[in-house]
């Protein structure tokens, strides 16, 4: 990640690295939809690759024998503790890596849908961020140039 990385406005992360199990994508073609968040590259024009990880089968068990994600990342889980990410409360995701936990102030609100529905944003399960997700504060009535409370930049 760049120390000029800026964070994104729909999933609040400030990684520009794909997780290593990230599909193959083209980030330099337009138009294309990105099949896990559904992201178009457009909006993503600041990602990379990560390089390849080997997996090491021998120390893996088969309950863990697939792609590393994100959250196994010594980097990423390093860049969660690291006071503008605590500040941020950041979490780690094993698709996107280092994110806030805290949904924007204009996600629609998803509390009280099953489980089994998919988010209208990010199409990931309600389910899989059930408890670790949370409301964004209020910021109806703030004045122009207030400073977001999450992220710490101007509204």
């Given at each position: 990640m760049a120390a000029n990385a800026t964070q994104c406005p729909v999933v609040g992360t400030t990684n520009s690295v794909l997780p290593p199990n990230h599909p193959s994508i083209d980030l330099n073609q337009p138009g294309q939809t990105c099949p896990v968040v559904g992201a178009k590259t457009e909006h993503h024009h600041n990602l990379h690759q990560h390089p390849p990880v080997p997996i090491d089968h021998a120390t893996q068990d088969?309950?863990?024998?697939?792609?590393?994600?994100?959250?196994?990342?010594?980097?990423?889980?390093?860049?969660?503790?690291?006071?503008?990410?605590?500040?941020?409360?950041?979490?780690?995701?094993?698709?996107?890596?280092?994110?806030?936990?805290?949904?924007?102030?204009?996600?629609?609100?998803?509390?009280?849908?099953?489980?089994?529905?998919?988010?209208p944003v990010t199409k990931a399960k309600v389910g899989h961020?059930?408890?670790?997700?949370?409301?964004?504060?209020?910021v109806q009535g703030a004045a122009e140039g207030a400073v977001c409370p999450v992220a710490g930049v101007k509204i």
């Open positions: 088969t309950a863990t024998l697939h792609a590393p994600s994100a959250a196994a990342c010594p980097v990423v889980n390093n860049m969660v503790k690291e006071p503008k990410s605590q500040a941020m409360d950041d979490d780690v995701c094993p698709v996107i890596g280092p994110a806030t936990t805290v949904l924007p102030p204009d996600h629609p609100d998803m509390s009280g849908k099953a489980e089994g529905e998919v988010c961020h059930k408890g670790k997700v949370h409301g964004h504060p209020s």
